[in-house]
């Protein structure tokens, strides 16, 4: 199945339901769940992706962990498109990147709700 374009650096191929992926995309998909892959990563984007904004500095208390730690974290995700910065003074405040979510969650759509028995 072609890859299709949405914007710069934006995942996009249709959801994996559907059938299989390119080369090119799958190469993309991989790149993005590898960013997503490492629990202190998984957990810095749920904190981004619930706010408008996070300042760096509020990422050290509720991860436990020292800020060059998190600036490797948040450099990783920023490489996969998944967050965005911008330096204000000595921090970095960080959003996540609607498109990029929007098309993670469609192309992760299998059609179930987590916990659901199996068919059949």
Do not use: K, Y
């Not at 050290?60 to 911008?86: K, Y």
């Amino acid at each position: 199945m072609p890859v299709e374009s949405v914007g710069p650096d934006v995942l996009c191929c249709p959801p994996l339901s559907e059938g299989a992926i390119d080369a090119a995309a799958a190469e993309q998909l991989a790149t993005v769940l590898g960013a997503l892959a490492d629990p202190v990563r998984l957990r810095i984007f749920s904190i981004i992706a619930s706010q408008e904004e996070t300042c760096s500095c509020n990422l050290e208390g509720p991860l436990g962990r020292s800020q060059p730690t998190i600036s490797h974290h948040t450099s990783r995700l920023a490489a996969a498109g998944l967050i965005t910065g911008e330096r204000r003074g000595r921090w970095m405040w960080w959003r996540a990147v609607p498109d990029q979510v929007d098309a993670l969650r469609a192309v992760l759509q299998v059609g179930g709700t987590v916990g659901a028995e199996p068919v059949g």
